[in-house]
């Protein structure tokens, strides 16, 4: 077959892969000179911990199964299986971290409950005040702003593999055909439409009741750090946006322990991952209502910096990056990704949410699958 691939963030470069993988031909067209979207502009985290039980579970997991895969084959990827500690610092903390050791699928993500001396045995970084921790073993991390780069280059040694940036295709003609805005017309099997946030354009046109929505977050880098960070860290409001930790307890929580007010007007957890340079990486806000704002505000990061010296027990390196991102995700959320046919062998494939990177793998995969590829 002849694959036709619109977008190269990491989840269409994830359907480019799997469709090479599998023989055929591939063509790979996107606007910008190569990927600059949420793709590039998140953690990098594989991040099985916090998923909803059932096919999103399932989903991450074999997603985490082929990022390892991928990693042994394609080293610039950047791939670490180094678990993550979601730090807890009183008993109404631990009470949902203890909570979530109880779920029947516990055992499948690597949940362990730590005390403050065992969690600072595993992560000798965090010298700060804590009590403990809930670890995962099963998260993982790649690096986001080569991992798609770094796969390109893989995929254009099959000879099956062709890149055309700078291209926005503008139209879906006759036959699984699409027109780029340079007036030229490519052919093939099967289109895949992998447009990320870019929900606009062709892809209203298409679908135009589409249930997605964008979602901005801010986020920062830092200077090296100076040692390892060896697991990748979240803070106990992590507890509170993702649906494995829901619990009695988490409701315990909410009622007895609210957010601080900068954490709650911006929906915000802390997620930490140390970058491949020793830098760090730290986020993140959620912002939900459209239209965006252009600029960046300073309280969500002051707030991070407070949550993250509290826990390192020193003062964080100088921060060298700032920047917003947007996504798209299911406006049902319980739903890993919108997969829709939009014309007879065109699909639109979009809405993974803040799973893209963990899911990504997997989501192409089942697409590949459902297509007969």
Known sequence: MRVIVVGAGVLGTLHAWHAVERGHEVLHIEREAEARGASVRNFGQIWVSGRAGGEELATALRARELWEGIGARVPAVGFRAIGSLTVVT??????????????????????????????????????????????????????????????????????????????????????????????????????VLCTGAWLGGLV??????????????????????????????????????????????????????????????HKMQLLMVQRADGGLTIGDTHEYQAPFAFDTVEEPYEHLTGVVESLLGRPLPRIRHRW????????????????????DGVWLVTGPGGRGMTCAPAIAETTANELGW
Do not use: I
């Open 204 to 265: 209203r046109e298409l679908v135009p009741d589409l249930p997605v929505r964008r979602v901005r977050l801010q986020m920062m880098q830092t200077d090296p750090l100076g040692e390892p960070l060896t697991t990748s860290v979240a803070d106990a409001d992590s507890f509170r946006y993702y649906p494995a930790y829901r619990s009695d307890a988490l409701d315990a929580l909410n009622a007895g322990q609210a957010q601080t007010p900068t954490a709650a007007e």
């Open 324 to 343: 917003a991102g947007v996504y798209a995700q299911c406006t049902d959320t319980s739903r890993v990704v919108h997969r829709q046919q939009a014309r």
């Open 90 to 191: 009183n008993d109404a903390e631990r009470a949902v971290a203890e909570a979530a050791t109880r779920r029947p699928d516990a055992a499948a993500r690597g949940y362990r409950l730590l005390g403050a001396e065992q969690t600072r045995a595993l992560n000798p970084a965090l010298r700060g005040a804590f009590t403990g921790a809930l670890w995962c073993e099963r998260d993982a991390a790649v690096e986001p702003r080569v991992a798609q780069r770094a796969l390109k280059d893989e995929l254009l040694k099959s000879g099956r593999y062709t890149y055309l940036g700078g291209r926005e295709v503008r139209e879906v003609v006759g036959e699984r055909g699409v027109r780029d805005d340079h007036g030229e017309v490519h052919h093939g099997d099967a289109v």
